[in-house]
């Protein structure tokens, strides 16, 4: 067998081997979690199950996972830049399987195991992990040292949404919206989103109009009871507020309203389901004009119970407001007189909604844009708080991202670059998107990755489901988390200096600015800026 170090940049695939400096050594904040992985080249028999020990002070701490190659589908769109793996590669190693699952490798293919450190206890210094494989008859040990500073990461300020589909947990797993199947697995996803840098989640007052093709329906998932008798509207909140607490308990900070009108444009009511004289019916949906009277009217007591209910729970200003999502330009007219009807219920909410046209913002149409990364400049010159959001269109200009076929890099480089534009928020639309685009039916993600042929196989989501309602990782998904480390480390070495000497410290070096366009591509960059920032704070 052949084994090797390397960092948790590495993507090992199985005709290669990997091209990389192997990884022995790194240091971490004492509350930090920190991965590396072991490639793993079996040359004896044709099939092979290895086993995997860790003999570390730190055992107790460390999880090892077997890197599961997935199928991509749909690579990229056609407009993608050089900064992907080849078109020809059709699955990637992606998904973080335990390794109490049986696999079995077949002889001369390189694959990998991760190892993760999540810290429970204090602990610095020095420490060996050693890895030891045994396979065959044959064992080899590999030794990683971790250097543990005797610092901890300030808490995460970035506000990050990563949009949670509840519908697709209820949709895989077969299980009704509210059961007592449903808050059992809802909230160890919620739990595994907030360990992953998560802070504000999608609440669905209202089942989300989210990537629905028009005339079309997704499961309804709302929160909110609504009831109608003789005219008047009432509201029960006994599920969001239980929504609220789950989030709350296990980490959520803020809350994501879902949004009031329809996708690209703001033309329709989102689905809304009320108990009217008794009956359960549809009362708003895509037949629904978004300004009309009766949407106006049910928003109008809408807003005077949800405002009392969010005082009460003294959630109100950790609530964000959306209008629409992802209006262009032709649409304007329209999502102002949207807009206008929230303003003036919701006067002092804050309020925000993914955009790209410098317009809204300028006509004060919405407080807070949230512009797509290759806009970042143009926003960040004229926004206050500055938001950016990436989906299945950044795939040129080397613009971040973490589709399947593009390097962990890529993925990762997020964290310094919004610390460099000093950003309050971030948004990604797919955490567990497990249906076709416009949710016209459901996938399975262990087979379709790519949302049905229709985006970049990993722009739909980032967890996958695994038995017993259990989320299971991919390694994107970790790898984006280690985005945020390094932002509150660069955020941490800031408040022992100064901002100045942090950017200073970032483009040391560089030949040209730092941008969301031009920056470094090779893993060594991104592993010396951490290493350095680590030693800066160390002394």
Not at 171 to 179: G, K, Q
Not at 250 to 269: L, R
Not at 372 to 398: H, L, M, P
Request: aromatic share 14%; glycine share 4%.
């Amino acid at each position: 067998m052949k084994t090797v170090l390397l960092s948790s940049l590495c993507k090992v695939f199985k005709s290669e081997e990997p091209n990389a400096t192997e990884f022995t050594s790194f240091s971490s904040l004492k509350n930090e979690n920190f991965s590396f992985q072991v490639a793993y080249l079996p040359e004896t028999k044709e099939e092979t199950h290895p086993e995997i020990k860790i003999n570390s002070d730190l055992a107790d701490d460390i999880t090892v996972y077997f890197v599961r190659n997935i199928s991509a589908g749909k690579n990229t769109r056609k407009d993608f830049d050089s900064f992907h793996y080849s078109e020809k590669i059709k699955e990637f190693p992606d998904l973080l399987q335990p390794i109490d699952e049986k696999f079995r490798l077949k002889k001369d293919n390189w694959y990998s195991f991760w190892i993760e450190y999540k810290p429970t206890r204090d602990v610095t210094g020095e420490h060996k992990i050693e890895v030891q494989i045994t396979a065959d008859g044959e064992t080899q040990t590999k030794v990683f040292t971790l250097n543990i500073l005797n610092h901890r990461l300030p808490k995460q300020e970035l506000l990050f949404t990563n949009w949670f589909h509840n519908d697709c947990i209820c949709t895989y797993y077969n299980v009704d919206i509210f059961s007592d199947e449903y808050w059992t697995i809802v909230e160890r996803y919620i739990k595994n989103a907030a360990e992953r840098g998560i802070n504000m989640l999608l609440t669905p007052v209202f089942t989300p109009p989210l990537d629905t093709a028009v005339g079309g329906e997704r499961p309804t998932v709302q929160l909110v009871d609504v009831t109608k008798n003789n005219g008047v509207y009432s509201f029960d909140f006994t599920n969001f507020r239980r929504y609220v607490n789950i989030c709350l308990r296990n980490g959520i900070e803020a809350f994501e309203i879902s949004h009031f009108f329809t996708q690209w444009g703001a033309k329709h009511a989102p689905k809304i389901v009320a108990t009217v004289d008794g009956k359960e019916k549809k009362i708003f949906g895509w037949k629904t004009n978004s300004t009309g009277k009766e949407y106006k009217e049910f928003l109008t007591a809408f807003s005077v119970a949800f405002k009392k209910e969010v005082e009460e729970t003294g959630i109100k200003d950790r609530c964000w407001l959306h209008v629409s999502d992802e209006p262009s330009g032709d649409q304007i007219r329209k999502y102002k007189a949207a807009a206008k009807i929230l303003r003036e219920l919701f006067e002092d909410f804050n309020m925000l909604d993914a955009l790209s046209d410098i317009r809204y913002y300028r006509n004060g149409l919405i407080k807070t844009p949230v512009c797509g990364e290759g806009e970042a400049d143009i926003f960040r010159a004229e926004v206050k708080d500055f938001w950016t959001y990436y989906c299945c269109t950044q795939v040129n200009d080397n613009l971040p991202n973490r589709m399947f076929a593009q390097p962990s890099v890529r993925n990762r480089v997020l964290g310094v670059l919004l610390y460099k534009y000093d950003a309050k928020g971030f948004l990604q639309w797919g955490h567990n998107f497990w249906y076709s685009q416009y949710s016209k039916h459901p996938i399975d993600p262990f087979k379709v990755t790519d949302a049905g042929g229709n985006f970049p196989a990993g722009d739909s989501f980032v967890v996958y489901p695994g038995k017993g309602g259990k989320p299971l990782n991919s390694l994107r998904h970790i790898v984006f988390a280690d985005a945020f480390q390094d932002l509150r480390a660069l955020r941490l070495l800031e408040s022992l200096t100064s901002r100045e000497y942090v950017l200073k410290l970032i483009e040391k070096d560089l030949d040209i600015p730092l941008t969301f366009k031009t920056y470094p591509h090779e893993q060594s960059w991104l592993l010396n800026l951490r290493k350095t920032i680590n030693e800066e704070i160390a002394k």
